[in-house]
Each structure stands twice: as C-alpha cells, then as structure tokens.
C-alpha cells in the first residue's frame, strides 16, 4: 500500500483506496443534500464530504465498502478533511480488500489472551475469579477483536483486549507501589469495564452504535449481565455489588458518562488507569505521525491540544 492517509498533509491530492467507517446523510445550506463520510486506512482516518450527493450515492458509499478516491486534503474546524473530487465503489480489478485498510492492535491475538488468562489464573477470590472467567471465556472471540471505541482511543481491531491488557500492565505496577490495593477487585475491574461494548458497537471492522448502544449504552448493559451472571453461577456477595461499582463508576464524574462517582480505592484506581491508558494512546499515535521538532493535530478528546515532539533524542 502507498503511504496511507495520515502521513498526507495539507494541500496534497490524495488518489487512493479507503474503506469507509461511517456514512451520514446531510443537508447544505442552499438546500442540496451530501453525504458525510469518515474514511479509512491502516494508518488512520479522516473526514470527507461528498457534496450534491444523489439517492443513488447514497446507497452506493455505505459503511464497509472500499472505494477509491480522489480528492484533495484540506482542514477544518483544526482538522484534516479530505475534499473528495471523484469516488467510486472499488472493483475486483483493483486487487485490493478490506482487510489490508483495518488497522489492527501492535501485539498479537494469543499474546493479548495469554496476558487475560494468566491475570485470571493468579486471582485468588472464588467469586471474583468465576465471574470474571464466564465472560472471558463467553465473550473471548469478540474480546479479541472489537475495538475500544468507534473513535479516539483503541479504535481498531483487538484494541478492546490491548486496552485491558495495557491496563492490566499498569495496576500490576502500581500493585506493587501500593500493596495494600485488593489485586483480583481492580483486575477483575479493568478485564470488565468495557465489556459492554461488544453489545454497544455493531462490529469489529467498521464499528457504529447498536440500538442497544444508544439508547442504554455499554456502562448499564454491562452492570446488568454481572448481576445476571452472578445469579446464574449462584454467587451472592459482597464482590457482585463493588463489581458493579466499578463498572458504574469508571468513567469517573456524571459529565463524563458515569452514573456514580467512584467510591471504592479500586474503582478510582480503575478510573485512573483507563483515562492514562486512553490518553496515552491517542497521544502516542499522534505523534507517530509527526517528525522531531514538530505539532500534532489537535486532538479532540483531549480539550483539543496539540502535542509538541521533543526535537533532541533521549540520552
């Protein structure tokens, strides 16, 4: 593949091929319709807008489908977008496929489940630990695969098991700064935070919101099987309640998308360590994207800041 669509900067014409993540129906202003569409490769993503869009466009440029594109790469509102002069829908003369334009976690599949089943091996709660391994063991083919998020951090393929296993590397750290932490509570925690999110996202490629997704969210559908589960292994305890807890509470404050604050040393900890783990994602593939001496684009989710890369090397 060419160099992808992240490394393009302002001004230059991108000719290539992208997969399209999401597709969204829109109305100008001097009342003609166009097509909003997010699309893809390997390397990232980036905004585009199919201006004067017609009914059969619409079902033509749908989330999922390859499409080669021409256009040219402009910014807006601090971010890249791609000004699309010609598409078309990608034929089988191309000799390309969707597989080769999904970005897909650093490490591997069986090293990210390796990670999970050992930490579940170590716990030593009986409760804690049957929990925690009916859903692994339940979910373990889509735990492997679904991203984290439809956008800003772990958005790719497996980046839901690299995001608990990157979790999982950091409170073992941190177990061993502060002993007196409850290990199988915050594993447990991180392992089922985001859990939900197989049931909120459609897929593992081309992720959008379910319906279940939207109108509940992945925070309350998870709660939710940990209290069903739990009846159905016939466990009644103490462990269920603060499990829940955790997954209540870890996005930290009401604003931010948690029902309640956390309240048990774990479940702050559990909150701590996802906003590092997220944050840090995003900034490191940032700067990935940039040489010494350099800005990032804005990023959205962190208050739209951009990160400076250090130009003089680590001594």
């Not at 999401?22 to 490769?41: C, E, R």
């Not at 829940?244 to 009401?254: R, T, V, W």
């Not at 604003?255 to 479940?267: C, I, M, N, Q, T």
């Not at 900034?283 to 003089?312: H, M, W």
């Amino acid at each position: 593949m060419k160099k992808g669509i992240s490394n393009y900067q302002i001004g230059e014409t991108f000719d290539h091929f992208l997969l399209i993540k999401t597709a969204s129906k829109g109305v100008a202003s001097n009342g003609k319709p166009f097509l909003s569409l997010l699309l893809k490769d390997t390397t990232g993503e980036i905004d585009a807008k199919l201006w004067e869009s017609t009914p059969e466009d619409e079902g033509l440029f749908t989330p999922g489908e390859l499409v080669k594109v021409v256009g040219e790469v402009g910014q807006f509102r601090n971010r890249a977008q791609l000004k699309i002069q010609s598409i078309r829908p990608v034929q089988p003369t191309d000799g390309v496929q969707a597989a080769d334009f999904v970005e897909k976690a650093p490490v591997n599949k069986e090293d990210l489940m390796e990670k999970v089943t050992e930490v579940i091996f170590e716990m030593k709660n009986p409760n804690i630990q049957r929990v925690t391994r009916h859903f692994v063991k339940h979910y373990q083919e889509d735990l492997l695969t679904y991203p984290a998020a439809v956008r800003n951090h772990h958005e790719y393929v497996s980046g839901l098991a690299h995001h608990i296993v990157s979790m999982l590397n950091i409170a073992q750290q941190l177990k061993d700064l502060y002993p007196d932490i409850n290990a199988d509570l915050l594993y447990a925690g991180i392992i089922l935070h985001d859990l939900g999110k197989i049931k909120e996202l459609s897929n593992a490629s081309s992720p959008s919101y379910t319906l279940e997704g939207k109108l509940i969210g992945h925070i309350p559908i998870m709660v939710e099987e940990i209290r069903s589960t739990a009846k159905e292994l016939q466990i009644d305890g103490e462990e269920i309640t603060i499990l829940q807890h955790m997954i209540l509470s870890h996005h930290g404050k009401a604003e931010w998308g948690s029902p309640k604050p956390p309240l048990v040393r774990e479940a702050e900890l559990l909150h701590q360590i996802d906003r590092i783990d997220a944050q840090m994602n995003m900034v490191n593939r940032a700067l990935k994207k940039v040489s010494p001496g350099e800005f990032t684009e804005r990023i959205y989710a962190l208050d739209q800041r951009a990160f400076y890369k250090p130009s003089f090397e680590e001594s």
